[in-house]
């Protein structure tokens, strides 16, 4: 089996992975769907709101307010929920974002993202099945 981030690593050596931000919010996206079901109650309508906002259906303000009630959780909860409950709420904050942030190429992006949804149930397999799909033409190519 390969890793998911070894087919990043495979798509970054020919590609600019910045340039393809569309989809990796769609495998991010497409991951945690596996998991709405885990997210507790309160946070369930901000994975609706990332996926919204993917669709053109939700604002950036309303991704922002999202995102900032997803953190004030963690902040109020963090004792309380358990590692794998946080690691999969700091994989939807991913989500969250309008775009991948200024500060952080692509690559660490989907690296850190990887590494926290993987953190409740690997689910490696999945993402390399996902990747395949969503970048298959890049894959052929590279």
Same mark, same amino acid.
């Given at each position: 089996?390969?890793?998911?981030?070894?087919?990043?690593d495979k798509?970054?050596?020919?590609?600019?992975?910045?340039?393809?931000?569309?989809?990796?919010?769609?495998?991010m996206l497409?991951?945690?769907?596996?998991?709405?079901?885990?997210?507790?109650?309160?946070?369930? !309508?901000?994975?609706?709101? &990332?996926?919204?906002? !993917?669709?053109?259906?939700?604002?950036?303000?309303?991704?922002?307010? &999202? !995102?900032?009630?997803?953190?004030?959780?963690?902040?109020?909860?963090?004792?309380?929920?358990?590692?794998?409950?946080?690691?999969?709420?700091?994989?939807?904050i991913f989500?969250?974002?309008?775009?991948?942030?200024?500060?952080?190429?692509?690559?660490?992006?989907?690296?850190?993202?990887?590494?926290?949804?993987?953190?409740?149930?690997?689910?490696?397999?999945?993402?390399?099945?996902?990747? !395949?799909?969503?970048?298959?033409?890049?894959?052929?190519?590279?």
């Open positions: 089996m390969t890793h998911p981030k070894d087919l990043f798509l970054e050596q020919s590609y600019d992975l910045n340039d393809f931000e569309a989809e990796i919010f769609t495998f497409r991951s945690l769907e596996r998991f709405k079901n885990k997210f507790p109650d309160s946070t369930k !309508r901000d994975f609706e709101v &990332a996926q919204s906002y !993917r669709l053109g259906n939700s604002s950036e303000q309303e991704l922002k307010e &999202a !995102r900032l009630r997803v953190w004030k959780f963690l902040d109020q909860n963090r004792g309380h929920i358990g590692k794998s409950k946080e690691s999969i709420l700091r994989a939807l989500t969250l974002y309008p775009h991948i942030e200024s500060d952080s190429d692509a690559f660490e992006w989907v690296d850190w993202f990887i590494g926290f949804s993987n953190a409740c149930t690997s689910m490696e397999t999945y993402q390399c099945q996902l990747i !395949r799909e969503i970048f298959s033409e890049q894959l052929r190519n590279a």
